[in-house]
């Protein structure tokens, strides 16, 4: 059978969530879902949220189901597509899903107030008056 992995929407108008899900590819996107591996709220607050099974992922990937684009970035943000290309077994990764939460904003800690130097006299020092000495011109 011919599987795929993609997201199905879910929620409401300007703030969706995803279930990632297994698929037969021939089918419509409003199918019967195989299995569901996870879940993608881009609009969670404070930070987006995913949630993957590492395991049902490796295990469909190794039975051959093709992830779509979307799918694919957030398994490769997640270390899936590494662990899948590296070879591992859907049995030597961990037990819990693998949550993905955005870095949290670090404001930018205050400018430091200017240092005020203290005035320097600054002494400005003039070119001494003597005469310069001229070359002797060579005669020929």
């Known amino acids: 059978m011919?599987?795929?992995i993609r997201l199905?929407?879910?929620?409401?108008?300007h703030a969706p969530y995803y279930r990632v899900i297994v698929i037969d590819s021939?089918?419509?996107?409003?199918?019967?879902?195989?299995?569901?591996i996870g879940v993608y709220h881009p609009c969670a607050r404070p930070n987006p949220l995913t949630e993957i099974d590492a395991r049902k992922a490796l295990d469909w990937l190794g039975k051959g189901a093709q992830p779509s684009a979307t799918v694919r970035n957030?398994?490769?943000?997640?270390g899936i597509m590494a662990a899948f290309a590296?070879?591992?077994?859907?049995?030597?990764?961990a037990a819990e899903?693998?949550?993905?939460?955005?870095?949290?904003?670090?404001?930018p800690a205050a400018k430091p107030a200017p240092v005020q130097?203290?005035?320097?006299?600054?002494s400005v020092e003039t070119p001494s008056e003597?005469?310069?000495?001229?070359a002797p011109e060579a005669e020929a």
């Open 2 to 4: 011919a599987t795929a």
């Open 8 to 13: 199905r929407r879910g929620g409401r108008t």
């Open 26 to 36: 021939r089918n419509r996107s409003r199918g019967r879902v195989i299995d569901q």
């Open 74 to 78: 957030i398994f490769s943000k997640a």
């Open 86 to 93: 590296s070879g591992k077994a859907p049995e030597d990764v």
């Open 97 to 107: 899903p693998v949550k993905l939460t955005a870095p949290e904003v670090v404001q």
């Open 117 to 122: 130097a203290e005035a320097a006299e600054v």
């Open 130 to 134: 003597a005469p310069a000495e001229e």
